[in-house]
C-alpha cells in the first residue's frame, strides 16, 4: 500500500480528508478551459487471489484520453473488459472538453473477473463548486481506499485501491451464473418454470458439485420476495452452457430469460418474449468468463 495517507470510502458515515486547494499540473498544458479539469484515476488491485475486471464505464461529461495526450481521445469501449491481474493496476484518465468550460464526471464499475460485483466508483471534477469523489454499492467482502485529491481544479492524479478481506476463495469452476429474480409486483406472486438446459448443471447455494435437477429448480416468488438459479459448466474450462427459464404470473408467461457461452466467444444473456404490461430487466454482466450474479428484477406496470 502507498504511504500517502488514505481516505476510506468504504465506511457508510466518512468524512472527506482532502487535500488544500491547487491547480495542479495538467498532463498536457493548454489553453482551454476543458482541459483545466481532469483526473488520473489507478486502480490497484490488492488482492492475492481474485482477478478484477473494469465492466462498465459511465462517463456522463467530458471525455476519456491517452496517456499523455488530451487530444487523443477513447471512448468507454476501449477500456470495457480491462482486466486487472492481482497485484497490478490500471490507469483511467479524463478531462472535460476543449475550449469549453465543461466539468469531467463519470462513473466505473469493477467486477471479479468470474463474476460479481466489487464497487462502483464516481468522479467529478467542476469548473465551480466543489469536485467529489464517491464509492457506491459497497460489498462487505471488499474495502476500497483511495489517496487524497483535491476539493477544486483538477482532481489531479489519484490511487484506488481494492483489497480483498473475505474467506471465500475464487470459485472453483470457471463458468457460472447466479440469476436472483426479485418479484417488484404488488399484486401476485411469479413463478420460475420452463427450466432448459442443453449442457451444464444447475448446483446447490454453496456447493457447485452439488448437481440438481431442472425440476428442482423450478419455484415460487412471492412478491417483494427473490429466488436464485444457478449454472455452471461442466468442468473447468471453457465449455458450452446454454439455457433459458420462463418467468410466469399465473399462466401467463412474462419473459424469457436466455443464455449461452461457448469456448472463448463473448457470453450471450437475453430476455425474449416481452409481454404488455411487464417490464423486466437485469443488473451488469460479464461477456467474458463467469457471466457472474445477474438480478433480474419484475415488474407490472399495466397495459
Same mark, same amino acid.
Given at each position: 500500500?502507498?504511504?500517502?495517507?488514505?481516505?476510506?470510502?468504504?465506511?457508510?458515515?466518512?468524512?472527506?480528508?482532502?487535500?488544500?486547494?491547487?491547480?495542479?499540473?495538467?498532463?498536457? @498544458?493548454?489553453?482551454?478551459?476543458?482541459?483545466?479539469?481532469?483526473?488520473? =484515476?489507478? =486502480?490497484?488491485?490488492?488482492?492475492?487471489?481474485?482477478?478484477?475486471?473494469? #465492466?462498465?464505464?459511465?462517463?456522463?461529461?467530458?471525455?476519456?484520453?491517452?496517456?499523455?495526450?488530451?487530444? #487523443?481521445?477513447?471512448?468507454?469501449?476501449?477500456?470495457?473488459?480491462?482486466?486487472?491481474?492481482?497485484?497490478?493496476?490500471?490507469?483511467? $484518465?479524463?478531462?472535460?472538453?476543449?475550449?469549453?468550460?465543461?466539468?469531467?464526471?463519470?462513473?466505473?464499475?469493477?467486477? $471479479?473477473?468470474?463474476?460479481?460485483?466489487?464497487?462502483?466508483?464516481?468522479?467529478?471534477?467542476?469548473?465551480?463548486?466543489?469536485?467529489?469523489?464517491?464509492?457506491?454499492?459497497?460489498?462487505?467482502?471488499?474495502?476500497?481506499?483511495?489517496?487524497?485529491?483535491? @476539493?477544486?481544479?483538477?482532481?489531479?492524479?489519484?490511487?484506488?485501491?481494492?483489497?480483498?478481506?473475505?474467506?471465500?476463495?475464487?470459485?472453483?469452476?470457471?463458468?457460472? #451464473?447466479?440469476?436472483?429474480?426479485?418479484?417488484?409486483?404488488?399484486?401476485?406472486?411469479?413463478?420460475?418454470?420452463?427450466?432448459? =438446459?442443453?449442457?451444464?448443471?444447475?448446483?446447490?447455494?454453496?456447493?457447485?458439485?452439488?448437481?440438481?435437477?431442472?425440476?428442482?429448480?423450478?419455484?415460487?416468488?412471492?412478491?417483494?420476495?427473490?429466488?436464485?438459479?444457478?449454472? $455452471?459448466?461442466?468442468?473447468?474450462?471453457?465449455?458450452?452452457?446454454?439455457?433459458?427459464?420462463?418467468?410466469?404470473?399465473?399462466?401467463?408467461?412474462?419473459?424469457?430469460?436466455?443464455?449461452?457461452?461457448?469456448?472463448?466467444?463473448?457470453?450471450?444473456?437475453?430476455?425474449?418474449?416481452?409481454? @404488455?404490461?411487464?417490464?423486466?430487466?437485469?443488473?451488469?454482466?460479464?461477456?467474458?468468463?463467469?457471466?457472474?450474479?445477474?438480478?433480474?428484477?419484475?415488474?407490472?406496470?399495466?397495459?
Amino acid at each position: 500500500m502507498t504511504s500517502s495517507p488514505l481516505h476510506r470510502i468504504a465506511c457508510a458515515n466518512m468524512q472527506l480528508n482532502v487535500l488544500p486547494t491547487h491547480r495542479g499540473t495538467s498532463p498536457a @498544458p493548454k489553453e482551454s478551459k476543458g482541459y483545466e479539469q481532469w483526473v488520473e =484515476l489507478t =486502480l490497484q488491485n490488492k488482492s492475492r487471489d481474485f482477478t478484477l475486471r473494469i #465492466a462498465d464505464v459511465d462517463l456522463l461529461s467530458g471525455k476519456l484520453y491517452s496517456e499523455g495526450d488530451m487530444d #487523443a481521445e477513447i471512448f468507454p469501449d476501449d477500456i470495457f473488459g480491462t482486466i486487472i491481474a492481482p497485484g497490478q493496476e490500471y490507469t483511467i $484518465r479524463s478531462c472535460g472538453r476543449e475550449k469549453a468550460e465543461s466539468r469531467c464526471e463519470g462513473y466505473i464499475t469493477v467486477f $471479479r473477473a468470474d463474476g460479481g460485483l466489487v464497487r462502483r466508483v464516481y468522479w467529478g471534477g467542476f469548473p465551480s463548486g466543489s469536485n467529489d469523489i464517491r464509492c457506491e454499492d459497497p460489498r462487505p467482502d471488499w474495502i476500497v481506499d483511495t489517496t487524497k485529491w483535491h @476539493p477544486q481544479g483538477p482532481l489531479g492524479e489519484m490511487k484506488v485501491m481494492f483489497a480483498y478481506v473475505g474467506d471465500q476463495k475464487p470459485k472453483k469452476y470457471a463458468r457460472w #451464473a447466479e440469476f436472483t429474480v426479485h418479484n417488484k409486483t404488488r399484486e401476485q406472486p411469479l413463478r420460475i418454470c420452463g427450466v432448459q =438446459l442443453k449442457w451444464g448443471r444447475f448446483y446447490k447455494e454453496g456447493d457447485m458439485d452439488d448437481e440438481l435437477c431442472a425440476r428442482d429448480v423450478d419455484a415460487t416468488v412471492a412478491q417483494g420476495e427473490r429466488s436464485t438459479l444457478r449454472v $455452471r459448466a461442466r468442468d473447468n474450462t471453457s465449455s458450452w452452457c446454454e439455457g433459458h427459464f420462463g418467468i410466469y404470473a399465473g399462466d401467463t408467461l412474462v419473459r424469457t430469460v436466455y443464455w449461452i457461452w461457448h469456448g472463448d466467444e463473448d457470453n450471450v444473456l437475453r430476455l425474449d418474449d416481452a409481454q @404488455p404490461g411487464w417490464v423486466v430487466d437485469t443488473s451488469a454482466w460479464s461477456k467474458q468468463g463467469a457471466l457472474g450474479e445477474i438480478d433480474v428484477r419484475v415488474a407490472y406496470v399495466g397495459v
